[in-house]
C-alpha cells in the first residue's frame, strides 16, 4: 500500500520556527521527485516546494529564503524546515511524490500519491 504520512506542524507564534516530515512507503522513494503544498481556509492548494530525486530544490516566492526542503533516501523521508513564520504560512501542508518531473512542480496534477496533511498554524 502505498503511503505518504506527515508529521510536524503545530502551533508557533509569528517569526518562529517549525519542521514537518513525510515519511514514504509502498513505493520506490529515490525514483520520486517530492512537493510540499498548502492549503489554507478558503483559499487553493498551492506549491510552496520541490525537491528532485537529485536534490535539486525550488521554492514558491513566498517562502524563498525561509523555508528548506530536504531529503534522506535512506529514511525514506523529506523534511520541510520553516524560519521566520507568518500568519499568512497558516495551512494543512501536504507532501506529494511525482515520478515524472516537469517544469510545472507547483502544479498538483503533475503527482501520483498525496499525504493527509498537517495542521501549521501560526499566530500573530
Known amino acids: 500500500e502505498v503511503q505518504l504520512v506527515e508529521s510536524g506542524g503545530g502551533l508557533v507564534q509569528a517569526g518562529g520556527s517549525l519542521g514537518v516530515s513525510c515519511v514514504a512507503s509502498?513505493?520506490?522513494?529515490?525514483?520520486?521527485?517530492i512537493g510540499w503544498f498548502r492549503q489554507a481556509p478558503g483559499k487553493e492548494r498551492e506549491g510552496v516546494s520541490f525537491?528532485?530525486?537529485?536534490?535539486?530544490?525550488y521554492y514558491a516566492d513566498s517562502v524563498k529564503g525561509r523555508f528548506t526542503i530536504s531529503r534522506d533516501n535512506a529514511r525514506r523521508t523529506t523534511y520541510l524546515r520553516m524560519n521566520n513564520l507568518k500568519p499568512e504560512d497558516t495551512a494543512v501542508y501536504y507532501c506529494a511524490a511525482d515520478f515524472w518531473a516537469t517544469s510545472e512542480w507547483y502544479n498538483e496534477d503533475e503527482y501520483d500519491y498525496w499525504g493527509q496533511g498537517a495542521q501549521v498554524t501560526v499566530s500573530s
Open positions: 509502498g513505493f520506490t522513494f529515490n525514483d520520486y521527485n
Open positions: 525537491i528532485s530525486t537529485d536534490g535539486d530544490t
